[in-house]
């Protein structure tokens, strides 16, 4: 599976970005996809993810009410909708996808996701 993420770019203190994530694949729809952030010298943490069987959303703590992850079967891709963006969202985001080996127990975990995209840089001044 082969991922092209985008989307990314210089927003202030308030403002929204779209990230999009094209993926490569006949059974997407059957797949879970995700997201994650990565901000300089942090681990790679979890911000959302839709579970492959059931469509069912997940979210971070602090991204939840702001964040809304979709996907668009027929185009291939997943979106993540970024609101009332704040400095601390500021960060590399990647796109993810599992074709069916994670677990939910595992989907905030990003080592458990076998499919990575290259990432977009979201920056957001204050």
């Known amino acids: 599976v082969q991922l092209q993420a985008s989307g990314g770019g210089l927003v202030q203190t308030g403002g929204s970005l779209r990230l999009s994530c094209a993926a490569s694949?006949?059974?997407?729809?059957?797949?879970?996809v995700g997201w994650f952030r990565q901000a300089p010298g942090q681990e790679r943490e979890f911000v959302a993810a839709?579970?492959?069987?059931?469509?069912?959303?997940y979210y971070a703590a602090a991204v939840e009410g702001r964040f809304t992850i979709s996907r668009d079967n027929a185009k291939n891709t997943v979106y993540l909708q970024m609101n009332n963006l704040k400095p601390d969202d500021t960060a590399v985001y990647h796109c993810a996808v599992d074709v069916s080996s994670l677990i939910m127990s595992s989907l905030r975990t990003a080592a458990y996701w076998p499919y990575w995209g290259q990432g977009t840089l979201v920056t957001v001044s204050s």
């Open positions: 694949g006949r059974t997407f729809s059957t797949y879970s």
């Open positions: 839709i579970w492959r069987s059931t469509g069912r959303k």
